[in-house]
C-alpha cells in the first residue's frame, strides 16, 4: 500500500468515526408473513399482509384453529420508519418510553383481536397476559440490532417489530408492553444487567403489577419481580419461551425470570409510560430533545479527540514519506534518485544521461 492509499484510508476511518449514519426507509410494496405459536395445546396463526390496502382486522376459526388476518397499509409502517436510525438511542433508558406507541391504530387491532379470543375461550386475567406473551415469544423472532439494522442499539417501534418478525430484547418488550397497557395491565419496562459465564449483557424485559394474586392456574408462576415505587412488578420475559440454565430447562410464564436459570440481574430499572408520543418524523426537527439524558462522561468525544490526534501526525509522517514511483517496475524511489536502484531505469527525464570517458 502506497502513501496515498494510507491517506484515503486515514481519511476515510475518521469521517466514518465522527458521522452517524441517518437511518434508511426500507419501503416495501407488499408483504404477507404468517406468524404461529401455540398456547395450552391450541395453535393460532397471524395472516399479516402489508400493501396499498386499508386497515383491516379480522378473527376466524377454523377446525380448532385460530388466525387472525390484518390489513395493515403500508404507510403505517413506513410513518414510523423513516425516523433516523441515528435516534434511536438514548444513554437515558427513559427514552424506550418515546416508542411506546398506545395509539397506534394497528396495535391497538391486535391487541382487541388476542382479547377476542382470549375472552372466546374465558381465559382469566392472567392466563389472558400468558397468553398475548407466549405470542410474543414465539411468533416473534429474536434479532440482534447490528445483524440486521448495522447499528450496535436500534430501538423499533411495536409496528416495526410486528412487520418485520421480531427484533432484539427491547423490541418484543416495547412490542408486549404496549399491547398490555393497551388492554389494561398496569405494566412497565424493566432494563437491567443479566450475568452469566459467559459475561454481563443489557436487557430489556416487562414487568406487570396486580392489586392482588389473580385466581388463575398460572399464579403458580408468579415467583419472580422487582419492587418500584412500592408496588411488586412481576416477570415477564419476551425473547424466548423457555432456556437452558445450568443444568435445567426454565419455561418463561408470566412470574419466571432468567434468575431461576441461573442468571444473575442487576442495576434494575424501571421506565414506565411517559404521555410523550411519537408524532412523526420531521427532517430538522429534533425528536430526541425531551428525553434529557442522564449525565454520561463524555467517552465519545474523547475518543474521537484521540482519534484526530493521531490521524494529524499519521497523515503528516505519510505526506513526508511520500516517495516517487519508477515508472518502469513501480517500486519506491528516493527523489535524489538518477538511476532506479532496482531496475536501472533512467529517471532524470528531462536531463541527459551523462558522458562516460572511455573505458569505464
Known amino acids: 500500500?502506497?502513501?496515498?492509499?494510507?491517506?484515503?484510508?486515514?481519511?476515510?476511518?475518521f469521517f466514518m468515526s465522527i458521522l452517524s449514519v441517518p437511518g434508511q426507509v426500507h419501503g416495501i410494496t407488499e408483504k404477507t408473513e404468517l406468524f404461529h405459536w401455540e398456547f395450552e395445546d391450541e395453535h393460532y396463526f397471524l395472516k399479516l399482509h402489508v400493501g396499498d390496502n386499508p386497515r383491516n382486522t379480522t378473527v376466524e376459526r377454523?377446525?380448532?384453529?385460530?388466525?387472525?388476518?390484518?390489513?395493515?397499509?403500508?404507510?403505517?409502517?413506513?410513518?414510523?420508519?423513516?425516523f433516523p436510525g441515528a435516534y434511536r438511542y438514548?444513554?437515558?433508558?427513559?427514552?424506550?418510553?418515546?416508542?411506546?406507541?398506545?395509539?397506534?391504530?394497528d396495535i391497538k387491532?391486535?391487541?382487541?383481536?388476542?382479547n377476542y379470543i382470549s375472552a372466546e375461550q374465558d381465559f382469566d386475567n392472567?392466563?389472558?397476559?400468558?397468553?398475548?406473551?407466549?405470542?410474543?415469544?414465539?411468533?416473534?423472532?429474536?434479532?440482534?440490532?447490528?445483524n440486521t439494522t448495522g447499528f450496535e442499539d436500534y430501538y423499533k417501534f411495536p409496528l416495526e417489530t410486528l412487520v418485520e418478525g421480531g427484533g432484539d430484547c427491547e423490541d418484543t418488550s416495547l412490542l408486549m408492553y404496549t399491547i398490555s397497557h393497551i388492554l389494561g395491565y398496569n405494566v412497565k419496562l424493566i432494563v437491567m444487567n443479566v450475568s452469566s459465564p459467559a459475561g454481563i449483557m443489557g436487557h430489556v424485559a416487562v414487568g406487570v403489577h396486580f392489586q392482588s394474586i389473580p385466581l388463575s392456574p398460572y399464579s403458580k408462576y408468579l415467583r419472580d419481580g422487582f419492587y418500584n415505587e412500592g408496588k411488586l412488578y412481576y416477570y415477564m420475559e419476551t425473547t424466548?419461551?423457555?432456556?437452558?440454565?445450568?443444568?435445567?430447562?426454565?419455561?418463561?410464564?408470566?412470574?419466571i425470570s432468567p434468575?431461576?436459570?441461573g442468571y444473575v440481574l442487576s442495576d434494575i430499572r424501571f421506565v414506565s409510560y411517559t404521555g410523550y408520543v411519537y408524532s412523526g418524523y420531521t427532517p430538522k426537527k429534533e425528536f430526541v430533545s425531551p428525553a434529557t439524558p442522564e449525565f454520561q462522561f463524555p467517552w465519545f468525544l474523547i475518543f474521537i479527540g484521540a482519534l484526530i490526534i493521531l490521524y494529524i501526525p499519521l497523515m503528516l509522517l505519510a505526506i513526508k514519506r511520500e516517495k516517487p514511483l519508477c515508472p518502469s517496475c513501480g517500486n519506491e524511489v528516493e527523489k535524489e534518485y538518477e538511476y532506479c536502484p532496482h531496475c536501472g531505469f533512467w529517471l532524470k527525464y528531462n536531463e541527459p544521461p551523462p558522458l562516460q570517458p572511455p573505458g569505464m
Open 1 to 13: 500500500m502506497n502513501s496515498h492509499h494510507i491517506i484515503y484510508a486515514i481519511v476515510l476511518i
Open 62 to 82: 377454523e377446525n380448532g384453529t385460530w388466525e387472525i388476518n390484518m390489513e395493515i397499509p403500508k404507510s403505517d409502517y413506513e410513518y414510523y420508519k423513516v
Open 90 to 105: 438514548a444513554f437515558n433508558v427513559s427514552y424506550l418510553s418515546y416508542f411506546m406507541t398506545i395509539n397506534d391504530p
Open 109 to 114: 387491532n391486535l391487541s382487541l383481536a388476542l
Open 126 to 146: 392472567l392466563t389472558r397476559l400468558n397468553f398475548i406473551l407466549t405470542f410474543v415469544q414465539e411468533a416473534m423472532g429474536y434479532y440482534t440490532d447490528i
Open 240 to 255: 424466548t419461551n423457555e432456556s437452558v440454565g445450568l443444568g435445567y430447562r426454565v419455561r418463561y410464564y408470566v412470574g
Open 259 to 261: 434468575e431461576e436459570a
